[in-house]
């Protein structure tokens, strides 16, 4: 396997940073969506309902049906990853929009009280009290979205988007065992490093949050 990874190490490289592209930037256009809406409808439960109904219905549609349908409705190529990154937006949009909602509907009264009597206006309650507060909803939130991400990413290489998943279907193809045990490693390597930069910017930006203590039995 080893031998076979260095003589395939340029094609892997390539492989690879496709599938951190494919699985990160339709986190960062997943966010931006994500955290203006579900700071309009946190606070209405109607809207809230409808939006999160929504948001739950679209994460139950298939991943290669979208991948396989949006060529036909925006008009790009099957082998576009345009396509890919639109359907992984819709995924991580899915999942972040509960994500921001459950956080900002976890800030103490209390905490919001006092950015009142602060003088506080809502935006700047907002931006600076309520969406700090609730940063450790939302990585927790984001960590589940980029996991997923990484694993959806992979199911792109069906429709010939080039990524981690090639490895998959080139080593079924060829029935060769060596590909797809680099892609397993690959992915998962891809999948906690992701991981570990959301946490590291999670507590980055909660400065005020103790540190987590390991309990010894």
């Known amino acids: 396997m080893l031998t076979w ?22 986190i960062l256009v997943s966010l931006a969506i994500s955290i203006p809406v579900g700071a309009l409808i946190h606070r209405s ?3 809230k309902a409808v939006v999160l109904s929504v948001s739950g219905i679209l994460y139950t549609v298939p991943s290669l049906a979208i991948f396989v349908i949006l060529p036909q409705v925006i008009g790009t190529q099957i082998l576009d990853r345009v396509n890919v990154v ?15 909602v459950d956080g900002l ?3 103490p009264a209390e905490t919001e009280q006092a950015a009142v009597a602060i003088g506080y206006r809502p935006l700047a309650r907002m931006l600076l009290v309520q969406l700090p507060v609730a940063v450790p909803v939302i990585a927790a939130g984001l960590r589940v979205a ?9 199911i792109a290489s069906l429709i010939g988007v080039e990524q981690l998943g090639q490895l998959f ?4 193809q ?16 891809l999948a906690a490093v992701l991981d570990l930069v ?15 203590r390991v309990r010894h039995a």
């Not at 260095?6 to 930037?25: A, C, E, G």
């Not at 980029?146 to 992979?154: D, F, K, L, P, Y």
């Not at 279907?169 to 079924?172: D, E, R, S, V």
């Open 5 to 26: 990874a260095r003589q395939q190490q340029s094609y892997i490289t390539d492989l690879t940073l496709s599938h951190l592209y494919l699985s990160v930037v339709p």
């Open 198 to 212: 959301v946490l590291a910017l999670g507590r980055l930006l909660t400065p005020w949050r103790p540190p987590s």
């Open 45 to 47: 439960r109607r809207w």
């Open 86 to 100: 639109i359907a992984l937006v819709v995924y991580s949009t899915s999942i972040l929009i509960r994500t921001v």
């Open 169 to 172: 279907t080139q080593g079924a």
């Open 174 to 189: 060829q029935l060769y065992l060596d590909p797809v045990v680099v892609g397993v490693v690959l992915s998962l390597a």
């Open 146 to 154: 980029v996991v997923t991400n990484v694993s959806i990413a992979s």
């Open 105 to 107: 509907d976890s800030v």
